[in-house]
């Protein structure tokens, strides 16, 4: 009988934790308490804990569940994307989301939850490949290379995946959207200069990449920047958005929100992402004339 109190106590949660828990923490630490104190008289405090983490954490693998893992193959190199699949794929929008330098698509669905604010669209995280940068010059992380050309390994990328979305998911074609973060929203304006003919918007967050639409079309675009940014200085990404309006002109809306942060993804970048994306299609192609 000692023993069984003494795991009961072990299974209480510290009050400091459960107080920072929102309601539904507090009821999963709750849970873990009752299935410790009611299972073998043997329970330790490392099952308690194991037994608390699985309740914690079941929620979360929920939400994972709403992705799939897609692969494709780009010149012999297996090139994969989490993607959120609406119930109904013929003629949903598409977004495609892609990473900073040294993140992943796990990280950037979880972060940027773009999926859950437009449930309607087919939502596609890709992953990267280690890519050599200026911090990174041995090209141990992940990223996007931002060289125009047809040797580019990543607009390869871009163009099976868009390839797949307009042949087996028929999507609507004439609202495909792209955003990422950082390197990923470089790769956003590299993708507006060399692929911008596909694109109904595009929405690049703590990015420079002005220089690379020199060919570019008008296209509706959504600039988030800090004001504090190291990594991408401010100057840079204004000269990005000033490169953005010039090619617009007045053909095309070009939206610039400035925080106070640094080289951040803000909490409510996604929701002013996907309301602008939903304002924006490509026109539709003229009727014909018989």
Not at 50 to 55: D, G, V
Not at 74 to 92: D, I, M, Q, S, Y
Not at 146 to 173: E, H, I, Y
Not at 226 to 252: C, L, M, P, S, Y
Request: charged letters at 20%; glycine letters at 8%.
């Amino acid at each position: 009988m000692k023993h069984y109190t003494k795991a009961a106590q072990n299974c209480r949660t510290p009050r400091r934790w459960r107080a920072s828990q929102g309601p539904r923490s507090r009821e999963a630490s709750w849970s873990a308490a009752v299935l410790c104190r009611f299972s073998a008289i043997t329970t330790s405090p490392s099952s308690c804990l194991s037994l608390l983490l699985a309740t914690l954490l079941r929620p979360a693998a929920a939400g994972a569940a709403q992705l799939k893992e897609v692969e494709w193959k780009v010149e012999g190199a297996t090139r994969r994307a989490l993607v959120h699949f609406p119930a109904k794929t013929n003629g949903a929008p598409i977004i495609f989301g892609f990473h900073g330098h040294g993140g992943t698509s796990s990280f950037s669905a979880r972060r940027w939850r773009l999926h859950e604010l437009w449930p309607e669209a087919i939502v596609v995280y890709p992953q990267g490949l280690p890519t050599k940068t200026p911090r990174d010059p041995e090209g141990a992380r992940a990223g996007w290379l931002m060289l125009p050309g047809a040797t580019n390994r990543d607009l390869k990328f871009f163009d099976a995946m868009l390839q797949t979305a307009r042949r087996d998911w028929q999507v609507n074609t004439n609202r495909v959207y792209v955003t990422g973060h950082s390197n990923g929203g470089g790769f956003t304006y590299l993708l507006w200069g060399t692929r911008g003919e596909a694109l109904a918007a595009v929405a690049p967050v703590a990015a420079g990449g002005g220089r690379l639409l020199l060919l570019a079309k008008p296209c509706p675009v959504l600039h988030i920047a800090g004001k504090n940014d190291t990594i991408v200085d401010f100057t840079t990404q204004e000269r990005a958005v000033e490169a953005a309006k010039k090619v617009n002109g007045t053909n095309a809306p070009v939206e610039f929100i400035v925080h106070n942060g640094g080289h951040t993804y803000p909490a409510d970048a996604s929701a002013k992402i996907v309301a602008f994306f939903k304002q924006h299609a490509r026109p539709l192609p003229p009727a014909r004339q018989d």
